[in-house]
């Protein structure tokens, strides 16, 4: 017997094999070192014969230099946060490959000096919210929200309704980030019900702004009372609404959502509002409205540590100017396609022996908003073993589970992704 550790070879000598001199190339030298050595750690404890070495550094490649991996969203949430929220539509991605070596970003290329950053799609932006006097372009909404405080209302109350004290998700509390921000919360009213007054009385010389926030994930119902928007601006103290989920205008399938146009309209001074909720773009935040406030927000040293890379704003830009993003293609698509698309799949499952059955399901917009409201949908349903064997597999599809069933909602999957999550199902079915 050898010893297995005389006989392991040399990294360099294994590197040398032509896939994994190529893995280099893609990949960079880090992660096929780490193949490497971990094929060679399995040959000095005798598991492996040395000459197997490079066959199982090449297996044990990562697909890209990056670990995040695409999935199918079968979950019907969506805007679906733990996903990454929305798709950008292929418009998007385009803008975002052809924005991601040098590009004119703030560069005026007839002039060949130096230009405004992101002008386009604050155009854009204007463009869609006729409204709003001028826009700003953050990194995410609680950027927003933190931006609008450090310039409009460090060290000066915030008046803010007690119904409308909101966490968004993992601890993220609205209230702690204005606080946080440098403002005073002046909290008026009670949980269910806050009137014209309340906010009347508590408003006086420390006043910077009163915030309205849109309670994007909980309802109140019941006996209840806030008032309009409309009332709000009476009160001679500009109002800032944070809208949350993105819409620039009404979306008749969400009567409730409020949208950016409408909210400008009834006289609110700034709106802020998510880019990659409902809106279906990249991670922004968006800050619309009069044109003194926003020039001092993006005036602001602060601003500087919030802006939003060449990246975003590409992205951003396509998804107002360009098709209607994912997002919007999965709120509006009508049952009567899912299910359609739903039997197409079932037969081709059912032909291959699987345990399936197309049943009715209900969507939800999710942490983007429109609480409460559930879109009919369809679902394939499927033995519950499915769960993990389908977030295992390539691509991993995430369902959810109900009722001892694994739920695939075809409402979150994209028409053109249909065939990929036949394949992912009945791969998982081999292994069931
Ligand atoms: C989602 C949300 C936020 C936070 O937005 P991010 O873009 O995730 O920072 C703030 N306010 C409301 C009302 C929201 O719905």
């Known amino acids: 017997m050898t010893d297995p550790r005389r006989a392991t070879p040399r990294v360099d000598a294994v590197l040398a094999d032509p896939r994994l001199v190529a893995a280099v190339e893609r990949l960079g030298p880090a992660l096929v070192r780490a193949a490497v050595a971990g094929a060679l ?50 418009a998007a991605v ?20 130096r230009a405004k950053r992101g002008a386009e799609v604050l155009g854009a932006l204007r463009a869609a919210v006729p409204g709003a006097e001028a826009v700003h372009v953050v990194n995410n909404n609680a950027a927003a929200l933190a931006l609008t405080v450090f310039a409009l209302a460090a060290g000066r109350e915030v008046v803010v309704s007690r119904g409308e004290l909101i966490e968004i998700g993992d601890g993220f509390r609205i209230p702690e980030l204005l606080t946080a921000a440098g403002a005073k919360l002046r909290e008026v009213g009670t949980t269910n019900r806050t009137h014209l007054s309340d906010y009347a009385a508590a408003i006086g010389p420390e006043t910077a702004l009163v ?7 909980y309802r109140v119902s019941g006996f209840t009372a806030a008032p309009s928007l409309a009332d709000l601006v009476t009160l001679d103290v500009p109002v800032v609404y944070d809208i949350g989920s993105g819409l620039l205008a009404p979306e008749p399938l969400l009567p409730d959502e409020p949208d950016a146009a409408s909210a400008l309209a009834a006289g609110a001074a700034l709106v802020t509002a998510s880019a990659d909720k409902l809106l279906g773009g990249p991670q922004a935040g968006l800050i619309l409205g009069r044109a003194d406030l926003v020039t001092r927000l993006a005036r602001h040293p602060l601003a ?15 998804t107002v100017r360009g098709p209607l993003p994912p997002t919007t293609a999965a709120l509006r698509t009508p049952v009567t396609t899912l299910r359609e698309r739903a039997r197409r ?36 349903s499927l033995p519950t073993v499915y769960a993990a064997l389908l977030r295992a597999g390539e691509p991993p599809v995430v369902g959810r589970v109900s009722a001892g069933r694994c739920l695939l909602d075809l409402r979150t999957i994209a028409a053109h992704d249909d065939e990929d999550l036949l394949t992912a ?8």
Not at 211 to 217: E, F
Not at 304 to 318: Q, Y
Not at 356 to 367: A, F, H, I, K, L
């Open 94 to 113: 385009a803008a975002v490959c052809a924005a991601a070596g040098y590009t004119d970003v703030e560069f005026d290329l007839a002039a060949g000096v």
């Open 345 to 380: 799949l079932a037969a081709a499952l059912s032909g291959q022996g699987v345990d399936v059955e197309v049943v009715d399901s209900g969507s939800t917009v999710g942490g983007g908003g429109a609480p409460g409201v559930v879109l009919p949908s369809v679902a394939l």
């Open 211 to 217: 915030m309205r926030l849109h309670p994007s994930n």
């Open 425 to 432: 199902t009945l791969a998982a079915a081999k292994q069931s």
């Open 304 to 318: 500087r540590a919030l802006r939003v890379d060449k990246l975003t704003l590409a992205a951003l830009e396509a």
């Open 41 to 90: 750690d399995e040959v000095r404890s005798g598991r492996l014969p040395p000459h197997a070495a490079a066959d199982v550094a090449v297996a044990a490649l990562p697909a890209a230099a990056s670990g995040l991996r695409r999935v199918l969203n079968a979950t019907g949430v969506i805007v679906h946060t733990n996903l990454g929220r929305s798709a950008l539509s292929p």
